[in-house]
């Protein structure tokens, strides 16, 4: 693929490649993947990204912006750029992201689904969501049909619709057994996505042999590693 990560012979613009050119001597490889947490990012289910935002919510040091890691950021804007031109590489947009995960989440829950159809139980949650449609149409448009002018009937009728929908909605969740989908707030994403950035920027550097402090590093690091962690108690809930 070429892109703002790769040269033009497709080599990576940063880190080792793995033929020396012309009066180049090779040089040992780095094990530090330069794409291991934009890569592990895009494995993540809407399961671990909601965890993995809970965990950064109840962290101390997400509360603040680690300065070291912010100076990180402003003293290497051109690996920073790659670090994110290589994040939406594997991640895309926002909503790209999103979608992935839940790719990720239904294959997850196949098994369950799967279980639930032999049960019969789909087709029952089916037949109720059609008679749920029914009955919050019906009142509504006899009222229209009846009598058009009578105002304030037709926003009763549509208030108990709206209660009927919140109640049944919720029967229905119940009743179908499957777990519920997980809330993924914008803000609480972008915030994960900057932490696979921070991770990426640090393998960058790394990679490229520059200095980087130690400190800056394992602070620029922590939020992929709580995504990690939290991605891993995730799977140990959900499998």
């Given at each position: 693929?070429?892109?703002?990560?790769?040269?033009?012979?497709?080599?990576?613009?940063?880190?080792?490649?793995?033929?020396?050119?012309?009066?180049?001597?090779?040089?040992?490889?780095?094990?530090?993947?330069?794409?291991?947490?934009?890569?592990?990012?895009?494995?993540?289910?809407?399961?671990?990204?909601?965890?993995?935002?809970?965990?950064?919510?109840?962290?101390?040091?997400?509360?603040?912006?680690?300065?070291?890691?912010?100076?990180?950021?402003?003293?290497?804007?051109?690996?920073?750029?790659?670090?994110?031109?290589?994040?939406?590489?594997?991640?895309?947009?926002?909503?790209?992201?999103?979608?992935?995960?839940?790719?990720?989440?239904?294959?997850?829950?196949?098994?369950?689904?799967?279980?639930?159809?032999?049960?019969?139980?789909?087709?029952?949650?089916?037949?109720?969501?059609?008679?749920?449609?029914?009955?919050?149409?019906?009142?509504?448009?006899?009222?229209v049909a009846t009598n058009p002018d009578d105002i304030l009937?037709?926003?009763?009728?549509?208030?108990?619709?709206?209660?009927?929908?919140?109640?049944?909605?919720?029967?229905?969740?119940?009743?179908?057994?499957?777990?519920?989908?997980?809330?993924?707030?914008?803000?609480?994403?972008?915030?994960?996505?900057?932490?696979?950035?921070?991770?990426?920027?640090?393998?960058?550097?790394?990679?490229?042999?520059?200095?980087?402090?130690?400190?800056?590093?394992?602070?620029?690091?922590?939020?992929?590693a709580s995504i990690k962690a939290a991605s891993g108690a995730?799977?140990?809930?959900?499998?």
């Amino acid at each position: 693929m070429s892109n703002e990560y790769q040269l033009a012979d497709g080599s990576p613009r940063y880190g080792h490649r793995t033929a020396a050119t012309a009066g180049e001597h090779t040089t040992p490889a780095i094990t530090a993947s330069i794409e291991e947490a934009a890569g592990g990012a895009a494995k993540l289910s809407l399961d671990a990204l909601a965890a993995a935002m809970d965990r950064r919510l109840r962290s101390a040091w997400a509360d603040i912006p680690a300065p070291a890691v912010e100076a990180l950021r402003d003293d290497n804007p051109e690996e920073l750029a790659a670090a994110r031109a290589l994040v939406r590489i594997h991640l895309g947009s926002q909503r790209q992201w999103r979608i992935k995960a839940q790719a990720v989440r239904d294959k997850q829950l196949a098994g369950t689904m799967a279980r639930r159809k032999a049960a019969g139980r789909a087709q029952e949650i089916l037949a109720l969501r059609l008679g749920l449609m029914a009955a919050l149409i019906g009142p509504p448009a006899f009222i229209v049909a009846t009598n058009p002018d009578d105002i304030l009937k037709l926003l009763i009728v549509g208030a108990v619709c709206i209660a009927t929908a919140l109640v049944g909605g919720h029967f229905l969740t119940c009743r179908a057994r499957v777990p519920v989908m997980p809330n993924i707030r914008g803000p609480w994403l972008k915030e994960l996505r900057e932490d696979v950035v921070n991770a990426t920027l640090v393998a960058i550097l790394q990679n490229k042999g520059t200095p980087v402090d130690p400190d800056a590093a394992a602070a620029a690091r922590r939020g992929w590693a709580s995504i990690k962690a939290a991605s891993g108690a995730a799977d140990l809930v959900h499998s």
